[in-house]
Nanobody, 115 residues
């Protein structure tokens, strides 16, 4: 059983910053990448950013420059630093882990940006 636990969500004002964390535990047979996705009400879940175990990163084009993903391989933990937040960033943010043969998801953490 693989478990992903997100933390750090909440309410933030327009232009503010927030950092999310996700810790993975359980029987994981090789981590290829971890990342963050988000889903706003009435919208599809979308990519925010991913990072491989080698440190390669990938961002949604609209978020590059405002969001930064980082990870700690020893702790199986990934972080998302979010800056210059906008109301459009309001969503449930989900942690994702990709092993060599499976994808796993956390329960999500709500991020609300006030206008």
């Amino acid at each position: 059983q693989v478990q992903l636990v997100e933390s750090g969500g909440g309410l933030v004002q327009y232009g503010g910053s927030m950092r999310l964390s996700c810790a993975a535990s359980g029987s994981i047979f090789g981590i290829y990448a971890m990342g963050w996705y988000r889903q706003a009400p009435g919208k599809q879940r979308e990519l925010v950013a991913t990072i491989t175990n080698g440190g390669s990163t990938n961002y949604a084009d609209s978020l590059k420059g405002r969001f930064t993903i980082s990870g700690d391989n020893a702790k199986n933990t990934v972080y998302l630093q979010m800056n210059s937040l906008k109301p459009e960033d309001t969503a449930v943010y989900y942690c994702n882990l990709q092993s060599y043969n499976n994808y796993y998801w956390g329960q999500g953490t709500q991020v609300t940006v006030s206008s």
